[in-house]
């Protein structure tokens, strides 16, 4: 397994950006892959996007595809949310998962979250 912090969070206006970071520590980690979701008070958890290991596939929710896009850098062991364009509802705890091939995100490791809020 490997282990995730992710930063980068804060609070910024409406129409700004961010990115986050998804650090991994641990064994292999450019054979997992990662996925963002993030989780709004009152709110069930929701997928964002998400990264295959060999980082040339990528998914989105449509709340976000054309304002959000993930990268990772292998080298560096960490997976990147660039988050264009926000909005108030984009405000929640984003967190980062990792997984191998087959196994489900709940099954995967998870960050301690880093929160984002969007004024308007």
């Known amino acids: 397994q490997v282990q995730l912090v992710e930063s980068g969070g804060g609070l910024v206006q409406a129409g700004d950006s961010l990115r986050l970071s998804c650090a991994a520590s641990?064994?292999?980690?450019?054979?997992?892959?990662v996925g963002w979701f993030r989780q709004a008070p009152g709110r069930e958890r929701e997928f964002v996007g998400s990264?295959?290991?060999?980082?040339?596939?990528?998914k989105y929710a449509d709340s976000v595809k054309g304002r959000f896009t993930i990268s990772r850098d292998n080298a560096k062991s960490t997976v990147y949310l660039q988050m264009n364009s926000l909005k108030p509802e984009d405000t929640a705890v984003y967190y980062c998962?990792?997984?191998?091939?087959?196994?489900?995100?709940?099954?995967?490791?998870w960050g301690q979250g880093t929160q984002v809020t969007v004024s308007s």
């Open positions: 990264i295959w290991w060999i980082g040339v596939g990528t």
């Open positions: 998962a990792a997984v191998q091939s087959g196994t489900s995100w709940d099954r995967g490791s």
């Open positions: 641990g064994r292999s980690f450019s054979t997992y892959n």
